[in-house]
């Protein structure tokens, strides 16, 4: 089984959210920096809107928050979110060879279902199960143990595809095999990801 990431793995995206977090600290005279951006990378919707209103000592509800980046982001991955280099080539790969593909992603749902739609992503897949739905974000090895159950097969019989360093420790810990995917907004974490991952791909042209 074949598990990819969306944001930054199989779409270049996370550039929206870095957009959308400037634009919702700046609305409060708030600075974007690491620490925030660290906080926030990376995780489901709820719990980015409960360290923000922590962070920054809001009186708005979580709901409020999350309503707000929505309206920010609302449309980009429906037309804006082009796809990372060389993905379909090697999904095209990948299904010719008769591989079983699924998506397990941190992205709300609804901006995930617009972006494959819009990309021509979701004929490949044969389920794509959001952390959003589960309540639980993607640094667990058990939610990963969790996600190959619920695909039928063994966690040691799973290849993650993911840019997220903490996603590829908790992959690695669960049993499943991992290869890292560069992106530029986490390239930072490039010699991390090389030591963790089984094999670290600039983009998917390495693999075809």
Known sequence: MLLFDLDGTLIDSNGVWVEVDKTFLARRGAPYTQEYYEGVAHTILSNCAAFTKEYLHL???????????????????????????????????????????????????????????????????????YAQELGVDKRSPEIFR?????????????????????????AKAAGMTVVGVHDDYFRYTAADMREVCDQYIQDFGELL
């Open 146 to 170: 969790r996600v190959a159950e619920m695909l039928g097969v063994r966690p040691r019989d799973c290849v993650l595809f993911d840019d997220s360093l903490s996603a590829c420790k908790a």
């Open 59 to 129: 009186e708005e509800s979580c709901e409020e928050i999350m309503a707000e980046w929505m309206e920010l982001a609302a449309g980009r991955y429906g037309h804006d979110v082009p796809l990372k280099p060389h993905v379909k080539d090697y999904l095209d790969r990948c299904r010719q060879a008769g591989h079983r593909m699924a998506v397990f992603t941190a992205c709300v749902p609804e901006h995930c279902r617009a972006a494959m739609d819009h990309l021509g992503l979701a004929p490949y897949f044969e389920r794509v199960i």
